[in-house]
């Protein structure tokens, strides 16, 4: 039998996980079916150059990299971890990368435990925290370019569900009362994109233009504090508005 692949159903799952457990089983089990057996994640507050950044942290990391991993002075010094912070694109990553910065003994530490070869991207959340998620193996990316492609695409996609769930569950707990009230039109948007419609489909089963509905979707992100409308939606249906 070949190796399962990632499906949409999973990126859903990982977005709506319940409690902070199932989040990392599902998180681990869809980067397995990406290929990748190791997953990690970093909810950051702050800049990672202030002493007084806070740092969560999610996954599958091998324990015995726990210890060679602490040291946050080594992580600044790190390659991936500042192309991460410093630029909007992903990152690909191997031997390369840190010989040529200099950085090479980082990762014949990392090696070992699996580390040779990965993708990583970030995304922002208001209030100047950052969303990390990485995947790592030993094996050799891919030469073709439309298969890196897809890779880096699909760890974009589970970075966007993986980043409301993270968000949700290590944040405080909100109140009933602390609920974003938004209107009627701004919930049916919703409710057509959660079903996959584009705007301009939306804009056709609601009888407005697709001006209108990037409108209302727009005031949705703001109400709900995300940067995407996938992300509203899964916090929408996290919160049970939808």
Known sequence: MGKPEMNYQQLIDVGLSE???SFERRLVATADAMGFPIISGVLMRGVLQDTNVQITSLGNTPEGYLEVAKDLGEARRDPVMTKLMTQAVPVVY??????SAGAGEIW???APFGYKTGIAVKLHLPGDKHFLLGVDREEALPESGMQLMQMVAGLQLLAAHALTAADRLLSPKLNKGDLPKLTKRELDVLSWT??????WEVSVILGMSEKTVNFHLGNAMRKLDVTSKHQAVLKCVAFGLL
Request: charged share 30%.
């Open 108 to 110: 014949e530490a990392q």
């Open 194 to 199: 959660a079903q996959g419609k584009t705007a």
């Open 19 to 21: 409690d902070f457990a």
């Open 94 to 99: 191997d031997q390369r990368t840190y010989s």
